[in-house]
């Protein structure tokens, strides 16, 4: 059965798209079937996979708005030709900047919230996980993605403000749960851009942990140069630069989230 995890968090510049891309990478090397789901008018879940979102007829905005089906969207094995047979296996549903109409045109639509589980309940066990890529905000857009999800990863930056914002998140988590979406869990936080070289990352870490009862992730992901330039080929970090620290880390978390799965993690 597929597991469908949301990436969400409505803080800007997190880590969110970059989590998306490179855990799913890190998965689909594990030999996992993946489809990503990109989210976000801003459609960097869809450039970063090397895909021009201007030019794509359909997308996650059209299957939302009843326009086109789950297939027709789709964007099947979209590495391929890129990095090695360890990237196959990744599908992907595009978004652009279309995407930000959606808000307005879904206004008095019945049952608005549910579209996209909907959409999903007819391919999700095609795969191994879902992952969906959230916009940075707590608009229609992420309630369709928590809804259809079994579980939320949450990526906190290393950096002062972390906490703020993050009690709003798992308030929404948990209204979602108990009005849409009674399956819905915090699969874990996931701490990003750490910079070893600095006390505050270090503190931010130590902060969170007594601030969060969730399950926080032992892989920590770096900042790592390499993860920002990636998506500008298109191209995930296993396969831009498989032997960076970013890469190590995203393939240690993917380790995490599948152990997890199988009942051997933490919690
Ligand atoms: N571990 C990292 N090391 C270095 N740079 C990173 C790392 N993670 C993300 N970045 C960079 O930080 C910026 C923000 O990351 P990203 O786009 O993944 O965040 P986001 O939460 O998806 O943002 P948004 O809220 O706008 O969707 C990007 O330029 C990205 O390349
Ligand atoms: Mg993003």
Do not use: W
Not at 109 to 126: G, S, T, V, W
Not at 247 to 260: M, S
């Amino acid at each position: 059965m597929g597991k469908i995890i949301a990436i969400a968090n409505q803080k800007g510049g997190v880590g969110k798209t970059t989590t998306a891309i490179n855990l799913s990478a890190a998965l689909a090397e594990e030999g996992k079937k993946i489809l990503v789901v990109d989210i976000d008018p801003q459609g960097n879940c869809t450039s970063g996979f090397g895909v021009d979102k201007n030019r794509q007829e359909n997308t996650v905005y059209e299957l939302l708005l009843d326009d086109c089906s789950i297939n027709e969207c789709m964007i099947r094995d979209v590495l391929k030709g890129i990095g090695d047979e360890k990237t196959s296996g990744i599908d992907l549903i595009p978004s652009n900047v279309n995407l930000a109409a959606s808000e307005i045109e879904l206004i008095g639509i019945p049952r608005k919230e549910f579209i996209l589980r909907d959409a999903l309940d007819y391919i999700k066990d095609d795969y191994d996980y879902v992952i969906m890529d959230c916009p940075p905000s707590l608009n229609v857009l992420t309630v369709n993605a928590m809804t259809a999800a079994d579980s939320v990863i949450v990526p906190i930056q290393c950096e002062y403000y972390a906490l703020e914002g993050l009690s709003q998140l798992i308030h929404t988590i948990n209204l979602v749960k108990e009005r849409l979406n009674r399956r819905l869990d915090i699969e874990g936080i996931v701490f990003t851009m750490y910079d070893a070289r600095t006390n505050l990352s270090a503190q931010v870490v130590e902060n969170v942990k007594q601030h969060v009862e969730q399950h926080i992730y032992e892989t920590v992901i770096p900042r790592n140069i390499r993860l920002a330039e990636a998506p500008s080929y298109g191209e995930p970090i296993t396969v831009y630069d498989k032997k960076s620290s970013g890469a190590a880390a995203y393939r240690e978390l993917a380790k995490e989230v599948i152990a997890k799965d199988s009942g051997r993690g933490v919690n």
